[in-house]
């Protein structure tokens, strides 16, 4: 076991979070699940992200509140969103541990891990990676619980929307300093947060010669991912009229840097959310349950 300098920064701030405010904890959750190419803490070959480690802050800055376990029930009564998203979470870790073993050796598979730079297919085996990525799935279903039930009111709404502009605005700066250290030739520089011992794929070129964009996070593809959600988030607040002279900026920063990115990932979310977003905007229902709260 040991622990990078990136986990001791996430420890000291989550511990100050802890005590502090649950929409505290929420900020450092959502800066920290931007380092997707850090480890905090390695048991072994197993990477413990700084997301994940921001999280067990978050859950327990929202868990010890008073009445947690009275509202952290609600959203997951049936037909509510977090039933489902429970129902999708099982089927998760019981899929991801009885079908590696069911189909072992039947059929060919990528494997997941820091040597396979070639796409050389495998047979199906079970593996940690089938552990880990259930592990990573109920994680989500702890945030979702978590957030939840923390946004009761107007003002804590306000101060979880604030948690994001944030990490929209770090993610934004993420990029340009990557796109930075590699125009002046100090890559090594982001080294501190690009020391999980998976594929780290910082380098790449797209076919016209330019550096693609991964900002914190391993490769390209895993950076245009999330950039898409933080887009589509500011974007639905800028086009309603919230703090636009914020989210208008961050809206269009994160499209810049998901074009950069020159991910096929990218550019097919974005693609989807925004013929959702102008089908909505036409038809004249995209201020319908506008949330005016976090104004």
């Avoid at 794929?201 to 996070?217: D, L």
């Avoid at 245009?224 to 002279?245: D, E, K």
Wanted: hydrophobic share 55%; net charge positive; aromatic share 12%.
């Amino acid at each position: 076991m040991g622990i990078e300098i990136v986990g001791l920064i996430i420890v000291a701030f989550g511990g100050i979070a802890l005590f502090r405010s649950a929409p505290m904890a929420l900020t450092v959750l959502c800066v920290g699940g931007l380092l997707g190419a850090a480890s905090a803490m390695a048991f072994g070959e197993a990477n413990i992200t700084p997301g994940h480690l921001s999280l067990a802050f978050f859950a327990l800055a929202v868990f010890i509140r008073p009445d947690f376990f009275k509202f952290s029930t609600m959203s997951l009564q049936p037909l509510r969103p977090g039933m489902f998203l429970l129902a999708l979470c099982v089927w998760a870790v019981v899929s991801g541990y009885l079908l590696p073993r069911g189909f072992a050796g039947s059929l060919m598979a990528y494997p997941l891990n820091a040597s396979n730079w070639m796409k050389v297919e495998e047979r199906l085996w079970p593996t940690g990676s089938n552990l880990f990525q259930s592990i990573y799935f109920a994680a989500g279903l702890v945030i979702f619980i978590g957030v939840s039930t923390m946004v009761r009111t107007n003002s804590m709404m306000k101060r979880a929307g604030l948690a994001v502009l944030i990490a929209a605005g770090c993610n934004i700066a993420f990029a340009v300093i990557d796109l930075v250290t590699y125009s002046i030739g100090q890559t090594a520089l982001l080294d501190f947060i690009r020391n999980a011992d998976y594929a780290q794929a910082y380098k790449q070129e797209s076919m016209i010669g330019t550096k693609r964009v991964n900002g914190s996070f391993p490769e390209p593809s895993s950076f245009a991912a999330h950039s898409v959600a933080l887009f589509a988030f500011c974007f639905r607040l800028w086009r309603v009229g919230i703090r636009s002279n914020i989210t208008g900026p961050l809206a269009l920063g994160t499209l810049i840097a998901v074009f950069l990115s020159f991910s096929s990932t990218g550019f097919g979310a974005l693609f989807v959310y925004l013929s959702f977003a102008y089908t909505a905007i036409a038809l004249g229902t995209d201020r319908q349950g506008t949330p005016t709260i976090i104004a």
